[in-house]
């Protein structure tokens, strides 16, 4: 081989190697600089204010979009409490219980909600409710069943989110990319629920505070809405404040959100929420245990809503998006809000021609929720009232009506 070719095929190998060392280590480095703060307070706290806010906002985003692709089972019991000094006395016996699963894959998911039996302590299944939706598509389907009663099983195909996505009492550490967030609003559900999507919009309004006693950091974000929607327009005024620990991924381990609207409404909220277990998965630290306290202006006076809530079966990368469909068993009456027809289905879920029939009075035209008439701004306050006790109560009084007209 002449001296020429020898030193071609030298600097071939040299490349190709430089390309296997990038190959190997540029991965490794990136996993490096997405945990770069995951640990480390100290060098932290060394950074300038502006550069603080960036590495916060960044692992918001980064933790955002790993919750794009999840599933999870979430296990919540709770009720009424009366709080008297650092005690609780329960004026709802037995607990609400329920269990949802969860299915998310980008901007469209799937949640079944199973609801138990409200008049006892025992672990009898009283419903089953699923509902999904496709962003992308613009359809929402759902399905109902109650155990005793599989006759009376239903299920809806619609243009609108159904109610039980903001229900859902874990939304706070979801993204809102799967939700239709302006019918949410029209619906009365508060649009800084998801709260790290709402932080990340309002991320110059944040004053970060050093805690070198605990070395943890707190956020705080203090802001207004104004609503105009109906007359007369009214201000809500309100603060969330997160304590976040380096050690788990700067997550949070204690949520502080309080509001109030201004006069002439006579509405506040205020609801804490405290990590008390929580688990890395893959390079995401994520809760596995919380524990949350609600109070309202409407409640009688010192009665607050206590839930507890138990997270597992948390994955992240591993939905498909067949996984947020429904599809109707054989059997199940359907209404087709979208076609303006109603069926009875077959074996793959389709309509059985001869049950097909047209829901008189419905253009489905106009099925879009988005063109509907705004609601009065009266209703729309009731209804963020409604909104937020259902996440703890409201199914409770639904199972007792529902069952008082089985």
């Known amino acids: 081989m002449c001296l020429t070719s020898r030193k071609l095929l030298s600097a071939s190998v040299g490349v190709l190697q430089n390309i296997l060392l990038c190959a190997t280590v540029l991965p490794f480095l990136v996993l490096v600089q997405t945990n770069l703060f995951a640990s480390d307070y100290t060098t932290f706290a060394d950074l300038s204010q502006a550069r603080q806010k960036q590495e916060i906002a960044q692992l918001f985003i980064d933790r955002e979009r790993v919750a794009e692709n999840m599933q999870y089972t979430c ?55 699923q509902s999904s939706f496709n962003k992308s598509k613009g359809e929402g389907r759902t399905t109902h069943v109650l155990i005793r009663r599989p006759d009376r099983a239903t299920g809806r195909i619609d243009t609108a989110q159904d109610l039980s996505a903001f229900q859902n009492p874990l ?28 932080l990340l919009k309002q991320q110059d309004k944040w004053a970060i505070t050093l805690m070198p006693g605990e070395e943890m950091v707190e956020v705080v974000l203090s802001y207004e809405i104004r609503e105009v929607d109906n007359e007369p327009a009214s ?44 688990e890395e998965i893959g390079r995401v630290w994520f809760p596995t245990k919380l524990r949350q306290e609600t109070s309202f202006s409407t409640f009688p006076p010192r009665h607050v809503t206590l839930a507890v809530l138990e997270i597992t079966g948390i994955e992240f990368g591993t939905v498909t998006e067949s996984d947020t469909e429904i599809k109707f068993p054989e059997g199940m009456e359907v209404v087709d809000a979208i076609k303006g027809i ?65």
């Open 75 to 129: 296990k919540q019991v709770g009720g009424l409490y009366e709080k008297i000094g650092d005690s609780y006395e329960s004026r709802s016996f037995p607990p609400y219980r329920a269990i949802y699963h969860h299915w998310i894959y980008n901007n469209s998911h799937r949640m079944e909600t199973l609801g138990f039996n409200p008049t006892n302590d025992k672990d009898e299944l009283f419903q089953k409710y």
């Open 171 to 198: 939304w706070a550490w979801l993204p809102e990319k799967f939700v239709a967030i302006d019918e949410a609003r029209r619906m009365g559900i508060r649009e800084e629920t998801s709260i790290f999507s709402f």
């Open 235 to 278: 201000t809500r005024f309100g603060e969330i404040e997160l304590v976040l620990d380096p050690r788990r991924g700067f997550m949070p381990i204690r949520i502080n959100t309080r509001w109030k609207y201004s006069p002439p409404y006579n509405v506040n909220f205020a609801e804490n929420v405290v990590v008390e277990e929580s």
């Open 342 to 406: 109603s069926y009875t289905t077959d074996a793959k879920g389709e309509p059985i021609p001869e049950t097909i029939e047209p829901l008189y009075g419905l253009d489905p035209s106009h099925a879009n929720m988005s063109e509907q008439p705004k609601p009065d701004r009266t209703i729309n306050v009731v209804l963020i009232v409604v909104g937020i006790v259902m996440v703890l109560i409201g199914l409770y009084m639904m199972f007792q009506n529902r069952r008082q007209a089985i």
